[in-house]
Nanobody, 121 residues
Framework: QVQLVESGGGLVQAGGSLRLSCAAS????????MGWFRQAPEKEREFVAA????????AYARSVKGRFTMSRDIRKNTVYLQMNSLKPEHTAVYYC??????????????WGQGTQVTVSS
């Protein structure tokens, strides 16, 4: 089993930045491709970004490209989502996911509990 624990969410003013972290653990954690998703109130969950564990190539939703950056630390089994120039519409619960069957945005096996990001205007 794989456990994913997100952190780094919180309240930030528009124009500010946050960095989310997702630490992966568990005996079965392997070189899983990982992703970030978000779900805003009364909206469906949507893809944000993903990273190949091997090689580190990334993919982004069009809406966040150039504003958000995903990275990984192999030694720590941790991925990050650096979010800059945040807007109120970025308010959502952000989820970390691992083991993408269809990279970058489909059929992830493992999910974290989510971390709330709130951007005030």
């Amino acid at each position: 089993q794989v456990q994913l624990v997100e952190s780094g969410g919180g309240l930030v003013q528009a124009g500010g930045s946050l960095r989310l972290s997702c630490a992966a653990s568990g005996r079965t954690f392997g070189n899983y491709d990982m992703g970030w998703f978000r779900q805003a109130p009364e909206k469906e969950r949507e893809f944000v970004a993903a990273i190949r564990w091997s090689g580190g190539s990334t993919a982004y939703a069009r809406s966040v490209k150039g504003r958000f950056t995903m990275s990984r630390d192999i030694r720590k089994n941790t991925v990050y989502l650096q979010m800059n120039s945040l807007k109120p519409e970025h308010t959502a619960v952000y989820y970390c996911a691992a083991d993408a069957k269809r990279f970058p945005d489909r059929d992830y096996t493992y999910w974290g509990q989510g971390t709330q990001v709130t951007v005030s205007s």
